[in-house]
């Protein structure tokens, strides 16, 4: 008897709990009024550190990629390129016997022109070739014959809307001669009014070369036998071509150049628009970008100004160069860039 009365009384007891339980979730734990809150837990990403590209004191040549991703530098008969976002570096590979004549990034792409200058029991030779940053690979391109020992390639131009690219070598005397290459590899000596070159550009979208003759300062285009004309300029010498094939000429006054004439290599002598710079600066201080954007660069002060806006940019150290979307310099020993936005 007892035994039964205490498994009653435990019946009971668990019925008690049970409903007790049920009582507080359907009147509280599910009820509409209560108020639930939830707190989001947020995973914190450790922050990057900046990589530090280091730049040797003795590096020659020192120059950046159109997006400012690779740095490029002579040093000990080695060419590096750095990648800045990672900090790793490459070694492009030569061939023995063989020096760098020149070298120079593309405008658009993380591609870089070599020129290569090498002896060989048929003479001196250059051999152009590319370097791809972002694959680390170097392909051969084209071989030229080369009968002035002291030669040098200074410069090379491309455009990959026409597919086309102009190799200028400067002999010695100062001599010039220019090579027209096509996509099909194939090369022609170009037809110019001067023996005596200096600075040359190209179009983007029309196949034409523009080149500065030394002897009478004057700009001259493939094709044409006059040479380019600006009302009022007596001294005009070469700027560079925008995206959309306007061109930009100064006028050289004294060494310095305070207007800049913007037009197409069409345009009539009074029909070129004036920019004017506002003050007196070198060429090499002038900065055109793709955009038609023109940047001047103070050494002295560490300041590159926007000529549009007057939007003035201060970097820290020695001046490389303006990249797409920044400015790049070395400040103790490593790769600054600043951005402009």
């Excluded at 209560?34 to 550190?49: D, G, H, M, N, Y």
């Excluded at 900090?87 to 063989?98: A, L, P, R």
């Excluded at 051999?127 to 791809?132: D, I, P, V």
């Amino acid at each position: 008897m007892k035994v039964f009365k205490r498994i009653i009384v435990w019946i009971s007891i668990s019925l008690v709990v049970q409903f007790a339980g049920l009582f507080y979730i359907n009147n509280y734990f599910l009820s509409s009024q209560t108020e639930i809150k939830a707190k989001k837990v947020l995973k914190s990403e450790p922050k990057k550190k900046d990589v530090v590209v280091k730049i040797p004191q003795n590096a020659k040549n020192v120059s950046v990629s159109f997006d400012g991703r690779y740095v490029a530098y002579y040093q000990d008969n080695i060419l590096k390129v750095v990648d800045s976002k990672t900090g790793d570096g490459k070694n492009v590979e030569f061939e023995d016997g063989t020096e760098i004549s020149f070298y120079k990034w593309l405008k658009d792409r993380n591609r870089m022109l070599i020129a290569e200058k090498r002896n060989s029991d048929e003479g001196y030779k250059f051999n152009l070739s590319y370097y791809e940053a972002d694959k680390d690979i170097k392909e051969n391109s084209k071989e030229l014959d080369c009968y002035d020992e002291k030669a040098q390639i200074n410069d090379i131009q491309e455009s990959h809307y026409t597919n086309v690219i102009y190799v200028k070598i400067q002999n010695r005397g100062r001599r010039t001669n220019i090579y027209r290459i096509n996509i099909m590899n194939e090369m022609q000596k170009v037809y110019t009014k001067s023996y005596m070159i200096g600075n040359i550009g190209i179009l983007y979208l029309d196949d034409k070369l523009i080149y500065e003759d030394d002897i009478y300062h004057n700009i001259y285009v493939t094709g044409r036998e006059e040479p380019i004309t600006i009302k009022g300029v007596k001294n005009p010498v070469w700027i560079g071509a925008d995206e959309n094939d306007r061109i930009y000429i100064g006028d050289e006054q004294n060494g310095k150049i305070s207007n800049i004439y913007c037009g197409s290599i069409n345009s009539d002598e009074d029909a070129y628009e004036n920019i004017n710079l506002n003050k007196s600066v070198n060429r090499d201080d002038i900065f055109l970008m793709p955009s038609g954007k023109i940047y001047i660069n103070d050494n002295l002060k560490g300041v590159v100004t926007d000529v549009a806006t007057g939007k003035q940019y201060i970097y820290k150290g020695n001046f490389i160069q303006i990249f797409e979307g920044g400015v790049a310099s070395i400040s103790n020993g490593q790769l600054e860039e600043v951005s402009l936005n």
